[in-house]
T-cell receptor, first 114, second 108 residues
Framework: NAGVTQTPKFRVLKTGQSMTLLCAQDMNHEYMYWYRQDPGMGLRLIHYSVGEGTTAKGEVPDGYNVSRLKKQNFLLGLESAAPSQTSVYFC?????????????FGEGSWLTVV | GIQVEQSPPDLILQEGANSTLRCNFSDSVNNLQWFHQNPWGQLINLFYIPSGTKQNGRLSATTVATERYSLLYISSSQTTDSGVYFCAGGGGAQKLVFGQGTRLTINP
């Protein structure tokens, strides 16, 4: 009963390095999301996807890119990491974007940029 | 955009106590959800409740849409209830705005 799985769980990057966070869901959900959570704050939406091959910007998209080549996977890329991107990243999915659809979250990925 | 305010920011209680968490919205919403983030960081959806009242065991939630607020009630608190409770509101799922959370600590 995997649900939403994120890899890696922890990562330390040097400023300027690149990396990709992988999110996989096994619930056949159409919608997928990437959020970041900073200390004392709620979650902020980075990018989202409403289906395979689609992506859209959320509230804080700068410095990130995403791809959804397969329905079950949603990748979040940092091309040139900055200390301001130190955060906990959560992937989530929902069956559709309708207001009544429950959002399921992954366990989070802790990223530190030094 | 919509603003979401949660209160109190922190709440410390003894096991067995009851608690009420509040969420205020700056504008009307047709999507309102409550989440629990446990001490290990895992986020679990508790309720989808744009209006009315729902109950799930010791937890219940009430949303008064006309007055733009929602309440989460926890009765007979247990240590496993500790964590951060978030409400989020907006339109579709991609338009949800999260509050800053209420950190609940239940002491044995």
């Amino acid at each position: 009963n995997a649900g939403v799985t994120q890899t890696p769980k922890f990562r330390v990057l040097k400023t300027g390095q690149s990396m990709t966070l992988l999110c996989a869901q096994d619930m056949n959900h159409e919608y997928m999301y990437w959020y970041r959570q900073d200390p004392g704050m709620g979650l902020r939406l980075i990018h989202y996807s409403v289906g395979e091959g689609t992506t859209a910007k959320g509230e804080v998209p700068d410095g990130y890119n995403v791809s959804r080549l397969k329905k079950q996977n949603f990748l979040l890329g940092l091309e040139s990491a900055a200390p301001s991107q130190t955060s906990v990243y959560f992937c989530a999915s929902s069956s559709t974007g309708g207001s009544g659809n429950t959002i399921y979250f992954g366990e989070g990925s802790w990223l530190t940029v030094v | 955009g919509i603003q979401v305010e949660q209160s109190p920011p922190d709440l410390i209680l003894q096991e067995g106590a009851n608690s009420t968490l509040r969420c205020n919205f700056s504008d009307s919403v047709n999507n309102l959800q409550w989440f629990h983030q446990n001490p290990w960081g895992q986020l679990i959806n508790l309720f989808y409740i744009p209006s009315g009242t729902k109950q799930n065991g010791r937890l219940s939630a009430t949303t008064v849409a006309t007055e733009r607020y929602s309440l989460l009630y926890i009765s007979s608190s247990q240590t496993t209830d500790s964590g951060v409770y978030f409400c989020a509101g907006g339109g579709g799922a991609q338009k949800l705005v999260f509050g800053q959370g209420t950190r609940l600590t239940i002491n044995p």
